[in-house]
């Protein structure tokens, strides 16, 4: 039972860095399976890993303000700092992107990508 537990936390957050779509499912997955994480995973470092690899990688600020109205509403004293973590996480690269993201795209156009 606890390999199958582990195996869960680690598939999910494989999926989520698989792309912007395996992110938002694991995102909207986590969300609704909340207080099973909870139970299972709270104080440990699979659900510190579990926040982190869900939510650090989004990068506008509207997923922002969704992570962070979540953790406000469903508390994770064990996982405070990797909601903290991945909070920074998503303005620098929100911040990143609003900045430089029409400079890069003109650079993969002229490369023909």
Request: glycine share 8%.
């Amino acid at each position: 039972k606890q390999w199958y537990q582990r195996r869960v936390a680690i598939t999910a957050g494989g999926v989520a860095k698989a792309g912007w779509e395996g992110r938002d499912q694991t995102w909207a997955f986590v969300k609704n399976k909340y207080p099973i994480f909870l139970e299972r995973y709270s104080g440990g470092f699979l659900f510190q890993r579990l926040v982190q690899t869900t939510c650090a990688s989004f990068v506008d600020m509207e997923k922002y303000k969704d992570v962070e109205k979540f953790f406000s509403e469903n508390k994770a004293p064990s996982a405070e700092r990797a909601i903290k973590q991945s909070l920074e996480s998503i303005k620098l690269r929100a911040g990143w992107l609003e900045r430089d993201g029409e400079a890069v795209a003109q650079w993969f156009k002229d490369r023909g990508f």
